[in-house]
């Protein structure tokens, strides 16, 4: 039911006025309403401590919350975000066995990286038709941690541009790639649209998260902010 009386408004009329939250947005709260109902902005608590992984041996995520100690009240600030995931891999089981590295997390950096390493890689394993032989990985981002979006550092800047549920494209090329077997570590090809992937980015190893595979293609066309290159 609505609280309501006859007297002056906060708009300066004289007539029906409320007092509840809703009048905020209508313009027709009685003149003492900001003394009679304050605001009072929302509080949560502390966060837990982070979950383990989701599952072991594969790349997945961790999760931790946080718990609503007062609702917002007569227009007061709403609640921040109350769950928190991240990118997490665990090469080990609880019972201590080694998971073996079926599982590698992608590490990137942004493209333009790609314009001042050399091309030719050094190795006596690599032919002169292997200059030619990357590929492009396009992965859709799951989930990232907050610590990319705060990274302002010249050289990490790009680390902003990284979006969840955004397609990004992951170049492979030499000399990141393989001589042998011609692939970039943790580039994914292997697994299904459905597996997720992990990532981190170097430069700042708090900068991870996941992804799942789109597609192979030969070329990259990711727009510049979200193109980058396997390390």
């Known amino acids: 039911p609505a609280c309501f009386a006859r007297g002056w408004r906060l708009d300066r009329v004289y007539g029906t006025c409320f007092c509840d939250q809703a009048c ?3 313009g027709d709260c009685c003149f003492d309403y900001d003394r009679a109902c304050p605001a009072r902005p929302c509080f949560v ?11 072991q041996c594969k790349p997945t995520t961790r999760v931790r919350r946080r718990s609503v100690q007062q609702e917002p009240q007569n227009g007061g600030a709403p609640c921040p975000p109350l769950e928190e995931r991240a990118g997490c891999l665990e090469y080990s089981t609880p019972q201590g066995q080694d998971c073996g590295h079926t599982y590698v997390p992608a590490f990137i950096t942004t493209s333009a990286f790609n314009k001042e390493r050399t091309r030719q890689a050094t190795s006596p394993h690599w032919s ?3 200059e030619d032989a990357g590929y492009c990985m396009e ?6 941690t907050p610590h990319c979006a705060l990274e302002n550092r010249p050289l990490t800047r790009w ?3 990284l979006r969840e549920g955004y397609t990004v494209c992951v170049d492979c090329q030499p ?14 090809l292997d697994s299904d649209g459905n597996q997720t992937l992990h990532w981190q980015a170097i430069g700042n190893p708090r900068c991870q998260g ?8 030969d070329q990259c066309s990711c727009p510049a902010v979200h193109s ?4």
């Open 24 to 26: 905020r947005l209508t």
């Open 45 to 55: 608590g502390e966060w837990s401590p982070w979950s383990g992984c989701a599952d």
């Open 128 to 130: 002169t038709h292997t």
């Open 139 to 144: 992965f859709k981002t799951e989930s990232l």
């Open 159 to 161: 680390m902003q541009y």
């Open 175 to 188: 000399p990141a790639m393989n001589s042998v077997s011609l692939r970039c570590s943790g580039d994914g």
């Open 210 to 217: 996941t992804w799942k595979k789109v597609r192979r293609v």
């Open 228 to 231: 980058f290159i396997f390390i």
